[in-house]
């Protein structure tokens, strides 16, 4: 089997063609696949015809999968989340720039997600390279982050008051009961497999830079914010029926878009996890 990788954009990004993610695919076309996801941080697939069987087979094959904390999974595969957005509802679920699960002590490496009813415009999904970002910075701001940490928490999205448990809509999201937990990331992560550096800081989930307060924090963490999505870094995605992007939490953000107001929208991702 023979994989044909086209990049997108100059940052980040390659659609894959020549591989049946429903097929049990030999190991060498599984490290091909790993290989272009470090390389370009996202990658896409087209025509996939995936059930949640398949896409948990297919997720397995890059390590174990996360069971979300707060968002309840599809009845029967509690690994595959249901992204649906219906025509009643108003706020989408991961419509702000993020890394998956950055808010546990032990954050996803990857997210798979795969499309199934898709509105007829809009509902694109943009994508950012930190990796980019942190080559763009000066030598001395990154000499700077490079000695610092940062606190990530689900707290400002899946608590009680959180963004997420007040705008659910059609999401089945359970509601962190008191305080939840902080865990403490390098700002800039260094990838196990490429030893490519990226920023890890991301407006969803993180709260503070280790040791400062959260005044303190602010105005770097605000820089780093409105740095790390600056459009030179993205590329965004057209989704269709049967669509597949799986990106590498450990090198890019994601934000999905809400701009298709009255139509339906239904997706299904598993998230890897570290070994
Ligand atoms: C997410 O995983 O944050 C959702 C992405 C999307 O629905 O496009």
């Keep these: 089997m023979s994989l044909t990788i086209r990049k997108v954009a100059g940052a980040l990004g390659a659609e894959i063609s020549g591989a049946d993610l429903s097929a049990d695919l030999p190991g060498s076309v599984i490290a091909q696949i790993r290989a272009a996801l470090v390389e370009h941080q996202v990658i896409f697939f087209r025509d996939q015809s995936l059930s949640p069987e398949d896409q948990v087979a297919f997720g397995r094959r890059f390590g174990p999968l996360n069971i ?6 599809m009845d029967g595969h509690p690994e595959v989340m249901e992204i649906i957005k219906e025509p009643a509802d108003k706020t989408n679920f991961g419509g702000g720039w993020h890394s998956d699960t950055s808010f546990l002590e032990r954050p996803a490496i990857g997210s798979i997600l795969y499309a199934l009813e898709l ?23 990154k000499a700077t982050l490079e000695g610092l940490s940062a606190v990530h928490s689900a707290g400002r999205e899946y608590s009680a008051q959180g963004h997420s448990a007040q705008k659910r809509g059609s999401m089945s999201v359970v509601e962190a009961e008191g305080a939840v937990g902080e865990f403490i990331h390098p700002v800039v992560l260094v990838h196990p497999e490429s030893g490519r550096k990226a920023l890890y800081v991301n407006p969803a989930f993180t709260l503070r830079i280790e040791g400062w ?22 590329c965004r995605f057209n989704w269709r029926p049967g669509s597949v992007a799986f990106w590498d939490n450990r090198q890019v953000w ?5 701009d298709y107001p009255g139509q339906r929208r239904y997706m299904r991702r598993v998230t890897v996890d570290p070994a």
């Design 254 to 258: 994601h934000f999905a878009l809400n």
């Design 119 to 141: 509105p007829e415009w809009g509902g694109d999904t943009l994508f950012s390279s930190q990796v980019a970002a942190y080559e763009a910075l000066s030598p001395g701001l």
């Design 68 to 73: 979300h904390p707060y968002v309840r999974g």
């Design 213 to 234: 307060t959260k005044r303190e924090s602010r105005p770097l963490l605000d820089f780093l914010f409105e740095h790390c999505r600056y459009e030179g870094y993205t």
